[in-house]
């Protein structure tokens, strides 16, 4: 495939124009610089086909001064928006509906949302899309609850796209960088997609935290629960947990789960996802990771194995600390971010532990991005 055309101002893509096998290897050297005296890193695993991988797709709308709507993303660092046709690491499916979306505005006479000038209704569209199940959610994005002839719209937007499944408006009516809003209001079908992954179902909102490539995601899942090396009796924390995916699918060898998770939509979906898939060993709870791992502690708990699976800047210190006095004898620690990954486990390994082994996973082609399992040990109860 040629070069992305958009490569050089939309910032998305970091190795455009570069075979995929360097691209893997440039990944792998970065991770070995990185964890250089922690642990081995082994053999980075990447993707069989590294294109149009992304199952959530988010477009930016605009207007030109010729009154031209466009669609597209944000110009790295900045809130200027390039408009892209075609980009080869989005669901195409997924593109072609927020192209659909892009025609229908002006015979709807919807207007698009202007940051300038704070005017305008619709601000973004996120499309979300089930790799099994062939489920889709469409998001639209607006300022204001009232939405013109939103029936009618449906309709027309079902009629190019009977696939999708569900459509959700979400109410941004802030002057904010945050994408979505607080609020959804059900357009059409149940309001969200589900998705299978390592054999389970799994629930996905509007505001649901779900891995953007679930392929590889089932490779990184089985992989991080190997090295938990479950027997069917340890009690299990998964911390940043979302909806709930690792740790279900761990609860099936495992004694007791406890997840954790600060987004009060992903807790709930988390409680449907153990439903779901009939777990009757899981719990999860809603609340700030590092406070409820510190409660814990303090309440003389403990742990076996701990999942945690934090942001791109990764857990705090208060959080590590908390963990290392609940003392699981295994640390799983599941990095989308090597900086703070490299950051974290000095601190964990000045609390005793000992990372075993580094396993990098290509989730993000064409971008500086990868996840990490690192597995760590400690002192045997």
Partial sequence: MKPCPYAKKCGCCDYQGIPYEEQLHTKQKALENLLQGFCPVHPITGMTDPYHYRNKVH???????DGRILTGMYEEDSHRVVAVEHCQIENEKAQEIIHTIRDLLP????TVYSEQSGYGLLRHVLVRTGEKTGEILVVLVV??????????????????????????????DRKTSMVLGKRDIILHG??????????????????????????????????????ADLHGTERVIDAYCGTGTIGLIASKSAGELIGVELNPEAVRDAVKNARRNRIENARFVQADAGQFMTALAEDGESADVLFLDPPRS?????????????????IVYISCGPESLARDLLVLKKLGYRAEGAWPYDLFGFTRHMETVVMMSGVEK
């Fill in 143 to 172: 300022t204001s609850p009232v939405f013109p002839s939103k029936v009618n719209f449906v309709r027309a937007l079902r009629k190019k796209h009977p696939e999708i499944t569900s459509v959700v408006l979400n109410l941004n």
């Fill in 314 to 330: 990764g857990a705090t210190e208060e959080f590590l600390r908390a963990a290392a006095r609940l003392a699981p004898s295994r």
């Fill in 107 to 110: 015979s709807f006479k919807i």
């Fill in 190 to 227: 149940p309001g969200y997609i589900e998705d299978e992954i390592c054999g389970m179902r799994f629930r996905i909102s509007a505001q649901s935290f779900y891995q953007v490539n679930p392929r590889m995601a089932e490779k990184l899942y089985e992989k991080a629960i190997a090295l």
């Fill in 59 to 65: 477009a930016v709308f605009s207007r030109t001064k």
